[in-house]
């Protein structure tokens, strides 16, 4: 069942990124998420790829970060605030099928603004 509805998601996910990358809409979504990627987290603003991949699925943002060249402290900051970060594409949808749109809405949201605050500190501490 899970591969049923999971499977249209992950493709959907990967279509998205792809025309992001086309139409060179992900600058921009670099570009807005600059503050928090560059000056919070420390790392570089294409960092912002590997977040949006994660949202898709989680080891695609993971995978995202292996362009990329960071330190061993932006490497641990990165994939901290992936590992807190907002379930995948699947997860939320089911997060939404079993809860209330309110209360699944505020996990979506608490767990991404938890993953963001907890890798601003550890930047702020290790990097």
């Excluded at 998601?9 to 990627?37: H, M, R, S, V, W």
């Amino acid at each position: 069942m899970f591969l049923k509805e999971a499977t249209p998601l992950f493709a959907l996910g990967a279509l998205i990124i792809t025309l992001l990358e086309e139409t060179k809409i992900i600058y921009k979504i670099q570009d807005l998420f600059k503050p928090i990627t560059e000056s919070f987290l420390r790392l570089p603003k294409e960092t912002a790829n590997a977040f949006i991949m994660g949202i898709i699925r989680r080891d695609f943002g993971a995978a995202g970060l292996t362009e990329l060249s960071l330190s061993p402290e932006q490497t641990v900051v990165a994939l901290v605030t992936i590992t807190l970060f907002v379930p995948c594409i699947a997860s939320i949808i089911v997060i939404f099928k079993e809860r209330s749109k309110k209360e699944a809405a505020l996990i979506w949201l608490g767990s991404f603004v938890l993953a963001f605050l907890v890798g601003g500190i550890l930047a702020f501490l290790i990097v």
